[in-house]
């Protein structure tokens, strides 16, 4: 079995694993299945994998690591010798070492990791930071990636653990700053919401954390890890930031890197 296993608030994580798996399934002719966890009823869910599953494991790049939030859920993951292939994507910036502590999380689960890369997808933040990435460019990478891997079980020339780029130990979580170099601290953000809300509840129904309250969209029940969601699938484009700190660290972003083209970068 190939499986796609995820977290994709905003579906670019989604594509570029849905994409590899499916190359995978095709190439070793094997069956294939999706593990969407981005939702939090899904990460309530114990998950035990087989020796001879492989899985294609993606989440995004939160200031460089792996988000905090689902270190649970992945800790909580029995691999039982499955080979894995880690992926995380990221907004332009950097991955740092999101993708060594993402291969390391599933070593220790008990995969075996044989392959692993680092794509590049619109950021959350913004709609104009590696906009509409993952591209066709992107996917075609991804395809390749997929077929050099299938090419590499054939010849059972795999080794785990995969070697990627990054320190150990891991670095702390990219901590952005104004001009004077003080730190902002955005953790406790929230949207806001506008009048144009037509309180569809579908906010409520996409943020990964449960936080949106669906009596009244306006309220917030949980925390807000500024994934996206809410504001990138609202359909009347309702929701928004406000917050000095956030705006200015997202313009930082986009001025001092909207004309980078940031790399694709994969390891077997």
Known sequence: MVYAMYFSATGTTKKVV???AEVLGEGLNCTSETIDFTLPIVREQKRSLEKDDIVVFGTPVYAGRVPNVLLKYIKGIEGNGAKAIPIVLYGNRNYDDALIELRNLLEEDGFRTIAAGAFVGEHSFSYTLAQGRP???????????????????????????????????????????????????????????????????????????GAISFEDVRVYQNICIKCGACIKKCPTQAKYFDDPGFLYHKEELEVGLGNKRAVVETFL
């Open 18 to 20: 849905e994409l590899i």
């Open 135 to 209: 591209d066709e460019q992107d996917l075609k990478i991804a395809k390749d990636f997929g077929k050099s891997i299938v090419n590499m079980l054939k010849d059972n020339s795999e080794h785990s653990p995969v070697s990627v780029n990054g320190q150990t130990p891991i670095r702390g979580y990219y901590q952005p700053r104004d001009r004077k170099g003080n730190s902002i601290d955005i953790r406790k953000v929230k949207p806001k919401t506008t009048d144009s809300c037509i309180s569809c509840k579908l906010c409520a129904e996409v943020c990964p954390m």
